[in-house]
């Protein structure tokens, strides 16, 4: 089970950090990741986590602004987030699988082993 929060509302250029709790299975076992949908848009694979410390992935729209980060001890992702802008705004959904963030980030949420329910972030002033 992938329980998100931190979701919520702010304002243009601020910051909010998400985190994901992972119950079930060990954290270390999988590439785990975040999955963004907006209204009327396609989802898309955010950032992921690899099981390999090398093994990080950024959407181009997020590099520099978003950074994930997993602490496997308390099998919790986090995803904080800076610099937001309005086409931030979206549902965040956390998800994992066994394979690769190659994997996570370019399957349809909906193959991959698990996602949780989401948490909305809103950009807006």
């Known amino acids: 089970q992938l329980l998100e929060s931190g979701g919520g509302l702010v304002q243009p250029g601020g910051s909010l950090t998400l985190s994901c709790l992972v119950s079930?299975?060990?954290?270390?076992?999988?590439?785990i990741g975040w999955y963004r949908q907006a209204p009327g848009k396609v989802p898309e694979g955010v950032a992921c986590?690899?099981?390999?410390?090398?093994?990080?992935y950024y959407a181009a729209s997020v590099k520099g602004r978003f950074t994930v980060s997993r602490d496997n001890a308390k099998n919790t992702l986090y995803l904080q987030m800076n610099s937001l802008k309005s086409e931030n705004a979206a549902v965040y959904y956390c998800?994992?699988?066994?394979?690769?963030?190659?994997?996570?980030?370019?399957?349809?949420?909906?193959?991959?082993?698990?996602w949780g329910q989401g948490t909305q972030v809103t950009v807006s002033s």
């Open positions: 998800v994992t699988d066994l394979g690769a963030c190659s994997r996570v980030v370019s399957t349809p949420m909906d193959e991959l082993d698990a």
């Open positions: 079930g299975f060990r954290l270390d076992d999988f590439a």
């Open positions: 986590s690899g099981k390999f410390a090398d093994n990080i």
